[in-house]
C-alpha cells in the first residue's frame, strides 16, 4: 500500500511540474540551506510548500527522477495562453478571478464597521508562483459587501534593513480599522526569499491601504495598490520569522496597529522559537522594538500566535506551548495568554503568562485526521468582548477526542473558555461543535450586539467523515448559549472533498479560515473545490481550489 507520506509527495512533484517557473538558486546564487522535516512540519504550510517546490531536489530520493520532466513542464508553461477576461464565478460566493486553476487558501478577512461595503479577504494565492516578483500573498477586494470581486491582487515585497527585497510569501491577515473619521485597510504577510527560505534573511511585513485605493488601482502585482509596505520586524542570521498575526484599534494612547510572530532558531534542532511582538503607529511610519512574550525558559517550543485590542485598550495575546515535539513524545499544546496594559508598547507593562488550558490531546504537528492527508495542528484564536460592563477574554481552540497512536486524530472537538479576570481563572470547558470531525475554529466579536460567533470546518454531514463543511455557531456572550447553528457551505454543491485539487490534493489546504463580524453579520472566509477549470488552459476541465467569502446574517 502507498504510505501517506508517498501521496503527499507524489502531489508535491506534479506541483512543481507544473510551476517550473522557479529558479533553483536564491538570490545570494548559493545553494538553499536544508532543514529537516520536522522542522518544515511546524513551519507555515505555505513557505514549506514552497521550498519544495524551489528545492525538488530535496524531496526523498526514490522521488527526485520525477523532476527530470522539469525543463519540459518549463517550455509546456511557457506556450499556455494566459491572456482573456478573468472566469465570472459559477457560484455568487467565490471571491476571486483566478482564470488559470491554481489553488487559494489559508483565508483572512476584513470588514469595514464604518462603511460595511468594503470587504477584504487575503489568501495564499498560488497564482503568485507565476509572479516574476516572486510575490505570493492574494487579496481579494469587494466594495459590494462582499457579492462580488471589484479588484484583486498580490500584497508587494518590503525592504529590509541592508536593502534587499523579499516578496510576500504568504500567511495572509487582513484587518480594517476606523483611522481619523476613514476606513483604513491594514494587511500582514509572512515576507522572505521562495528559493532559500532558511538560508536568508526574512521579515514579517506590514501593509496599508484604504477602500478607494484598492478599488482604483491597477491589481495584480502592481505596488501601488498598498502604498505603505514596510519591514516589521527582521530576521537575525540563522533565525526565521514565521507564523505572523495582525491587529489594529484604539490602544488608550491613540490607533495603533498590534502584530505578532514566531520567531525560530534554527541554529538548534527542532524547534526552538520564542513569540515576538510589536506595537506599530496607525500610519506604520515606526514600530516599537520586538518584545518577547513568552517565557525565556519555560517556553522553548512555541507557535500560533494571536492578538486582539479591547475596548478597554489593552492588547491580549495568546500562544501555543508545545510539549512533546523537541522530545519526541506525544504531544501536548498549552494554551498561554499575556495582557498588555493601555498605552503599552514594551514588555514592563504586560502582565504575567496565564494558563488557559493544557491540551493534551491537541491536533499535533505531524499528525492527520483520520480521514484526511492535509496538514493539521491545534491553532487557539482569541479575542475579548465587553460582557456586563467588563471585558470578558474568549480563547477558543480544537482538540482530538482520541489519538490513535499518538497521531491519527479522531473526532476532534472546537471547545472554548473565557475569563473575566485577566486570565488569572478559566471558565469551564464549553464545546460548540457537535460530535464529529471539528477543526481550525475562528472566533469573532459583533461589538453591535451581545453575541459571538465561532466558525469551523466540519465533517458531520459526511458518512465517511472526510468531506467538509464549514459550520457558524453564534453564542450568547453573556451565558454561551447556542443560538443559531448553521451550514455556511451550500447543500447543492457540498460536502467538499478537500483532497480534489489536482495540484495540492491531499497535502495543504491552509492552516486556517477566518470569521469577521460586523452589524448584525458574519463573513466567513474558507476553501474548498467544487469549481471546473482546465488547469493553465491544459488538459481537460477539473475541480480545483478557490477562496470563497460567505457572508450570513440580517
Known amino acids: 500500500m502507498i504510505s501517506r507520506l508517498t501521496r503527499i509527495l507524489a502531489r508535491l512533484t506534479v506541483l512543481t511540474l507544473l510551476v517550473g517557473l522557479i529558479t533553483t538558486l536564491p538570490a ?57 477576461s478573468p472566469l465570472n464565478p459559477p457560484v455568487g460566493d467565490r471571491l476571486n478571478l483566478d482564470q488559470v486553476g491554481f489553488p487559494q487558501n489559508e483565508e483572512s478577512v476584513a470588514v469595514c464597521s464604518s462603511d460595511k461595503d468594503n470587504v477584504l479577504e487575503g489568501t495564499n494565492d498560488y497564482r503568485g508562483l507565476l509572479n516574476l516578483s516572486g510575490d505570493f500573498t492574494g487579496w481579494h477586494f469587494s466594495n459590494d459587501r462582499g457579492g462580488s470581486v471589484a479588484n484583486e491582487g498580490f500584497l508587494p515585497g518590503v525592504e529590509l534593513s541592508g536593502g534587499e527585497v523579499r516578496p510576500s510569501g504568504g500567511d495572509p491577515v487582513d484587518f480594517c480599522q476606523t483611522v481619523d473619521g476613514d476606513p483604513t485597510l491594514y494587511a500582514a504577510s509572512l515576507n522572505y526569499d521562495p528559493v532559500d527560505p532558511f538560508g536568508l534573511s526574512n521579515a514579517i511585513g506590514g501593509y496599508m491601504t484604504t477602500p478607494a485605493t484598492l478599488a482604483s488601482c491597477p491589481g495584480g502585482d ?33 490607533i495603533h496597529v498590534w502584530f505578532t510572530w514566531s520567531d525560530f532558531d534554527l541554529t538548534l534542532p527542532c524547534c526552538y522559537a520564542d513569540i515576538m511582538a510589536a506595537r506599530c503607529l496607525a500610519d506604520l511610519s515606526s514600530c516599537s522594538a520586538p518584545i518577547q512574550i513568552d517565557d525565556p525558559v519555560i517556553d522553548q517550543d512555541i507557535q500560533f500566535s494571536d492578538v486582539s485590542i479591547g475596548h478597554d485598550g489593552r492588547t491580549y495575546i495568546t500562544y501555543a506551548r508545545v510539549i512533546g515535539e523537541i522530545e519526541g513524545t506525544a504531544q501536548t499544546f498549552v494554551v498561554k495568554s499575556r495582557i498588555a496594559d493601555v498605552g503599552c508598547e514594551d514588555i514592563s507593562c504586560f502582565g504575567p503568562i496565564q494558563t488557559v488550558d493544557s491540551v493534551d490531546l491537541a491536533l499535533p504537528f505531524g499528525g492527520f485526521l483520520q480521514g484526511n492527508d492535509f496538514r493539521i ?12 460592563g467588563s471585558p470578558r477574554f ?9 489519538r490513535l497512536f499518538d497521531v491519527v486524530c479522531e473526532h476532534p472537538k472546537i471547545k472554548l473558555r473565557y475569563s473575566d479576570d485577566d486570565g488569572a481563572t478559566w471558565s469551564t470547558i464549553n464545546v460548540v461543535s457537535r460530535d464529529a470531525v471539528n477543526y481550525f475554529p475562528s472566533i469573532a466579536n459583533d461589538s453591535s450586539d451581545g453575541k459571538i460567533v465561532v466558525a469551523y470546518f466540519t465533517h458531520r454531514f459526511d458518512h465517511y467523515q472526510n468531506a467538509q463543511d464549514v459550520e457558524l455557531v453564534t453564542l450568547d456572550a453573556s451565558t454561551l448559549a447556542v443560538l443559531h447553528r448553521q451550514r455556511v457551505t451550500s447543500d447543492a454543491l457540498m460536502p467538499n472533498e478537500s483532497e480534489a485539487d489536482p495540484l495540492l490534493g491531499g497535502f495543504f489546504i491552509g492552516d486556517y479560515i477566518e470569521v469577521a463580524a460586523v452589524g448584525g453579520k458574519a463573513y466567513v472566509g474558507y476553501n ?27
Open 394 to 402: 474568549f480563547v477558543v481552540f480544537d482538540e482530538c477526542g482520541y
Open 28 to 84: 545570494s546564487g548559493k545553494p538553499a540551506r536544508k532543514v529537516g522535516a520536522s522542522t518544515l512540519a511546524q513551519m507555515s504550510g505555505s513557505v514549506a510548500t514552497r521550498y519544495y517546490l524551489a528545492n525538488p531536489e530535496q524531496a526523498p530520493a526514490q522521488l527526485q527522477a520525477r523532476f527530470q520532466g522539469l525543463q519540459q513542464a518549463i517550455a509546456q508553461a511557457g506556450k499556455v495562453d494566459l491572456s482573456g
Open 528 to 554: 474548498m473545490n467544487i469549481r471546473n477549470v482546465a488547469i493553465l488552459g491544459l488538459g481537460v476541465e477539473v475541480t480545483q481550489q478557490d477562496n470563497f467569502l460567505t457572508v450570513i446574517g440580517e
Open 222 to 254: 502592481d505596488a501601488s495598490c498598498w502604498p505603505t509596505a514596510v519591514t516589521v520586524a527582521e530576521s537575525a542570521p540563522g533565525h526565521f520569522l514565521d507564523k505572523e498575526w495582525m491587529t489594529a484599534g484604539d490602544t488608550g494612547d491613540g
Open 377 to 388: 495542528a491545534t491553532v487557539p484564536k482569541n479575542i475579548v468582548k465587553t460582557v456586563n
